[in-house]
């Protein structure tokens, strides 16, 4: 099985603070990685898919990047609606979700 | 307008079975692959099953892997999960989930998830 660690679990940033998020994969999955929020009592939405492309309709200021075994989520710019917990998920062979990263706006 | 609407679940004993449904509108479930994911409470997501636009592939978490069964009605455009001898750990909130592509590996990403189903299991 392909392990994919997430990390932090948890991270407390303020409004404009730049944010990064890391996903690691062992062994490598290329750039078969998407990018997930989710809010408290709603569905996760999709943010990126195939490690850096934006999902239509998403804002600019979320972007993805890498490829192989090592993938960030950046929020350029936090907002007081990315208050959430996002999670990476493999996308080939296996369709395992990371454990997740909780963020607080200070 | 895309809308996937799950049903189906409830309060089950152990051991038990249930049948989860998910009736998509504004696409066809034939022309993409669609999924299961769950969430226990106060946890993380986890992928359950998922099957390729013209069910071709199919594949399962090791979790549920010859309990769950995944099919998929397109006259009827839904998809459903039949959940057998079901356990306690089973117990979560179930979404469907649509992917932005057909096969089901490589997956694409999942652009349109339903509200959830919950499903607790308890003597």
């Known amino acids: 099985d392909i392990q994919l660690t997430q990390s932090p679990s948890f991270l407390s940033a303020s409004v404009g603070d730049r944010v990064t998020i890391t996903c690691r994969a062992s062994?490598?999955?290329?750039?078969?990685l998407a990018w997930y929020q989710q809010k408290p009592g709603k569905a996760p939405k999709l943010l990126i898919f195939?490690?850096?492309t934006l999902q239509s309709g998403v804002p600019s200021r979320f972007s993805g990047s890498g490829s192989g075994t090592e993938f960030t989520l950046t929020i350029s710019s936090l907002q007081p609606e990315d208050s959430a917990t996002y999670y990476c998920?493999?996308?080939?062979?296996?369709?395992?979700f990371g454990g997740g990263t909780q963020v607080e706006i200070k | 307008e895309v809308q996937l609407v799950e049903s189906g679940g409830g309060l089950i004993q152990p051991g038990g079975s249930l049948r989860l449904s998910c009736a998509a509108s504004?696409?066809?479930?034939?022309?993409?692959?669609m999924h299961w994911v769950r969430q226990a409470p106060g946890k993380g997501l986890e992928w359950v099953s998922g099957i390729s636009w013209n069910s071709g592939s199919i594949d399962y978490a090791d979790s549920v892997k010859g309990r769950f069964t995944i099919s998929r009605d397109n006259g009827k455009n839904s998809l459903y999960l039949q959940m057998d001898s079901l356990r306690v750990d089973d117990t979560a909130l179930y979404y469907c989930?649509?992917?932005?592509?057909?096969?089901?590996?490589?997956?694409?990403?999942?652009?349109?998830w339903g509200q959830g189903t919950t499903v607790t299991v308890s003597s």
């Open positions: 062994p490598g999955i290329r750039r078969y």
């Open positions: 195939t490690a850096s």
């Open positions: 504004g696409f066809s479930v034939d022309d993409y692959a």
């Open positions: 998920q493999q996308l080939n062979p296996y369709l395992t």
């Open positions: 989930a649509k992917d932005i592509f057909g096969p089901l590996v490589p997956a694409g990403g999942l652009d349109v």
